[in-house]
């Protein structure tokens, strides 16, 4: 029953680019702080998430985003979310995400914007 | 709201265990796409009945740790409604006395969560809720077609 959420990095183009693969629900959430935490302990100021691979996702797993945006914000930093499904960035809408992480189409767009 | 004959209805009692929304989203899709719902509201419909469970899982403390879904397609014709009820049997809460979520507060609030009914409310076409002692009901309607039905 369980989608276990797979996340991947890659750093590129002067930012971290982190894939996820599944479900993100209170340890697919993890899984990306994890990351992301680390990223920005060594000094990343910009992460971009890309969501291609995720379909669905609980509030329990973005409040863990949320989180996120908390911590790179402490350190004048930025986070991206990119390639999200309609109703991902409806949910991120209606959350009011956009106001502090910036949302791209796709990955090329992200990596453009967030290095502009 | 206009009266419509049911089409095809579908019970579901689900554990509240971990991840068990998974199969109710999943049900969800089969009656959206019965239906022929589009995707995109297919989507939105997998997402809250997701928060819907996880609702109940986390905060009815409901003694038989139990959820009770019904999902309903109704329409005269053809398939123009999905109604999908969750239910618990816990202690309940007051719908108007849970906060609304502000993003700006929840940057600085230590407590991140709280966004399942507002997540709910803005991705289904109509909500209600009914809470008392006895447990809590969602009832959430997707329409096929905007304004039908209304």
């Known amino acids: ?116 | 709201m206009a009266d419509h004959a049911v089409l095809r209805e579908v019970t579901l009692t689900l554990p509240m265990v971990a991840d068990m929304e998974i199969a109710a989203s999943k049900t969800a899709t089969a009656m959206a796409e019965f239906m022929g719902l589009a995707a995109d509201k297919t989507d939105e419909v997998r997402m809250a009945v997701v928060e819907a469970c996880i609702n109940s899982f986390e905060h009815s403390q409901a003694e038989d740790s139990r959820v009770y879904l019904t999902f309903s397609v109704s329409g005269n014709d053809e398939p123009q409604k999905l109604e999908i009820t969750v239910r618990d049997r816990g202690h309940g809460f007051k719908p108007s006395e849970v906060v609304d979520p502000k993003i700006e507060e929840k940057l600085k609030a230590e407590r991140k969560r709280g966004w399942g009914l507002k997540i709910i409310r803005g991705l289904m076409d109509e909500v209600e809720i009914e809470s008392d002692a006895g447990g809590t009901t969602i009832t959430m309607v997707k329409y096929r077609q905007a304004g039908r039905g209304r």
């Open chain 1, 1 to 116: 029953m369980t989608d276990t959420l797979k996340v991947t990095l890659n750093k590129r183009e002067g930012l971290s680019v982190i894939y996820t693969e599944g479900y993100i629900n209170n340890q697919g959430g993890e899984e990306i702080a994890k990351i992301a935490y680390k990223l920005i302990e060594d000094g990343e100021r910009k992460i971009l998430l890309n969501l291609a691979g995720t379909k669905i996702v609980n509030s329990i797993g973005i409040s863990i985003l949320i989180e996120i945006i908390e911590q790179i914000l402490e350190v004048k930093g930025r986070l991206g979310f990119c390639c999200l499904t309609k109703t991902i960035a409806k949910t991120f809408h209606i959350m009011g995400l956009a106001q502090y992480a910036d949302i791209y189409d796709d990955e090329a767009a992200g990596i453009a914007g967030m290095n502009s």
